[in-house]
């Protein structure tokens, strides 16, 4: 079993940064693929940005593009969410997932993720 927590989300102004952290314990040697997805009430939830976690190739949703950033940390078992320029619509609760993946270089969606966290709520305000 793959655990995921979730920690980092707050309220910022529009403009503003926040980072997010996700911590696998467990069966870590599993998942090759670590992904945030977000959902906004009412809406679906969508991906967000992925990462492979032995080559480091890393992806993103073009909403985010050049304003988010995913990093990992192997030694750590952490993978990161440094999001930059913050909107008013990037308001969501943020959630980690883990998968192990044949190699597509997209997000993907939440269907291929077995492996969920809890959440984070991240409010971005105008």
């Known amino acids: 079993q793959v655990r995921l927590e979730e920690s980092g989300g707050g309220s910022v102004q529009a403009g503003g940064s926040l980072r997010l952290s996700c911590i696998m314990s467990g069966d870590t040697d599993t998942p090759n693929c670590v992904a945030w997805f977000r959902q906004a009430p009412g809406k679906e939830r969508e991906g967000v940005a992925a990462?492979?976690?032995?080559?480091?190739?890393?992806h993103y949703d073009d909403s985010v593009k050049g304003r988010f950033t995913i990093s990992r940390d192997n030694s750590k078992n952490t993978v990161s969410l440094q999001m930059n320029s913050l909107k008013p619509e990037d308001t969501a609760m943020y959630y980690c997932a883990a998968a192990q993946r044949y190699y597509d270089p997209s997000v993907g969606g939440p269907r291929e993720y077995p492996y969920w966290g809890q959440g984070t709520q991240v409010t971005v305000s105008s």
């Open positions: 990462v492979y976690l032995g080559g480091g190739s890393t």
